[in-house]
């Protein structure tokens, strides 16, 4: 009976293992990256992005994101940045509910479209988020706004879809190992 108990906690930790893999990555711009010309809005457009979310910039030499204040966002002022990373890979998570705001630093790259504003909600709810500019945690930047609605959806769906595999392929592996695990008892 103890083996049996001890069985049935190593499942459920097994399975809450599996549960934060559901948070979504999404590859900005899709197989455009971050660049200039891309529309952002439109890239944003049908996705809802949630604390746990993470952001990948994917950009060559010559190129910064940069986290900032809606003010300086609006007005492509790359000064005040709250974070900046130029490493051609940023990857971000975003961990604080509420807008967060990206831009290129580099001159006239805001202006000719780098600039990425998100609306990043609490949890898996329908809760409307605070509306304001919030830094991530790790001092790298996150962003929040909704936008067009023209939808890419191929990166969120095919990132989605391994969550929910992954998860699944972990919960048949742990019933598996239960159900033979029983029988030998």
Same mark, same amino acid.
């Given at each position: 009976m103890a083996f049996s108990g001890a069985l049935v906690l190593a499942s459920l930790i097994a399975i809450s293992m599996a549960l934060p $893999?559901?948070? $979504?990555?999404y590859t900005v711009g899709d197989s *455009?990256?971050?660049a200039i010309g891309a529309d952002y809005s439109s890239w944003t457009g049908g996705k809802t992005f949630y604390v746990g979310d993470t952001v990948v910039f994917n950009?060559?030499?010559?190129? $910064?994101?940069?986290?900032?204040?809606e003010s300086d966002y609006k007005s492509c002022t790359a000064g005040n940045s709250i974070s900046t990373d *130029? *490493?051609?890979?940023t990857k971000i998570t975003l961990k604080t509910a509420g807008n967060h705001y990206f831009i290129c630093s580099v001159p006239g790259h805001c202006s000719g479209g780098?600039? /990425?504003? /998100? $609306?990043?909600?609490?949890?898996?709810d329908t809760t409307p988020s605070t509306g304001k500019a919030s830094p991530s945690d790790d001092g790298t930047a996150t962003t929040a706004t909704p936008t067009t609605t023209t939808t890419t959806t191929a990166t969120k769906s095919n990132s989605a879809s391994t969550s929910i595999v992954t998860s699944t392929v972990a919960m048949l592996i742990v019933s598996w190992i239960t159900h033979y695990a029983l029988r030998l008892v």
């Open positions: $893999t559901l948070a $979504t990555v *455009s990256g971050w950009y060559g030499a010559g190129h $910064t994101v940069d986290e900032v204040k *130029s *490493s051609g890979a780098m600039k /990425l504003a /998100l $609306t990043v909600k609490a949890g898996k």
